[in-house]
T-cell receptor, first 111, second 115 residues
Framework: GDSVTQMEGPVTLSEEAFLTINCTYT??????LFWYVQYPGEGLQLLLK?????DKGSNKGFEATYRKETTSFHLEKGSVQVSDSAVYFC??????????FGAGTILRVKS | NAGVTQTPKFQVLKTGQSMTLQCAQD?????MSWYRQDPGMGLRLIHY???????DQGEVPNGYNVSRSTTEDFPLRLLSAAPSQTSVYFC??????????????FGPGTRLLVL
């Protein structure tokens, strides 16, 4: 079945550092890919998405490119802030609205 | 718009007790779903509904029941709680356009502890 693998955390960075969170997927079809973010004590909210190969999703300085050849959707940000501290989930949708999530990566940004 | 709301925020149950987790949305979304979040496992789909009167099982449906009598509400029932059901439960909703790229809107979650 479909699956998503993302790098284990926690990832601890200093403010203004470059961020990469790796995400790879396995799917039988051509899924849409998502990054959701969960801030402390809150539910998940969409950060960005891409619906076909070579699409780049971007939002709030974060970006990720749908790479079909490497089945990847890595999340990047050039300069993280303390307010970016959260749990980041990579997910795919290959059937209707159902989402398959990765395990999540905790990001801690220190000032 | 309140978005997706869930009650209660936190609940403690004893093994064997039953309870209903409430979920409501005011965005007129056809699609609603329940996920559970466990450490190191991300979120896993329990049940989902594509419209009033229509429900189906997700990845981990055992021990849970759902029904969808209105577009707005999608309650999750635990018939006989077990410690393995200790988790954080999230309800989500979206339009059901058939587009796999639809954004899901999540509620704030219900933290459940089964003793």
């Amino acid at each position: 079945g479909d699956s998503v693998t993302q790098m284990e955390g926690p990832v601890t960075l200093s403010e203004e550092a470059f961020l990469t969170i790796n995400c790879t997927y396995t799917a039988t079809g051509y899924p849409s890919l998502f990054w959701y973010v969960q801030y402390p004590g809150e539910g998940l909210q969409l950060l960005l998405k891409a619906t076909k190969a070579d699409d780049k999703g971007s939002n709030k300085g974060f970006e990720a490119t749908y790479r079909k050849e490497t089945t990847s959707f890595h999340l990047e940000k050039g300069s993280v802030q303390v307010s970016d501290s959260a749990v980041y989930f990579c997910a795919l949708s290959d059937s209707g609205n159902k989402l398959v999530f990765g395990a999540g990566t905790i990001l801690r940004v220190k000032s | 718009n309140a978005g997706v709301t869930q009650t209660p925020k936190f609940q403690v149950l004893k093994t064997g007790q039953s309870m209903t987790l409430q979920c409501a949305q005011d965005m007129n979304h056809e699609y609603m779903s329940w996920y559970r979040q466990d450490p190191g496992m991300g979120l896993r789909l329990i049940h989902y509904s594509v419209g009033a009167g229509i429900t189906d099982q997700g990845e981990v449906p055992n021990g849970y029941n759902v029904s969808r009598s209105t577009t707005e509400d999608f309650p999750l029932r635990l018939l006989s709680a077990a410690p393995s059901q200790t988790s954080v439960y999230f309800c989500a909703s979206s339009y059901s356009s058939g587009d796999r790229g639809e954004t899901q809107y999540f509620g704030p979650g219900t933290r459940l502890l089964v003793l």
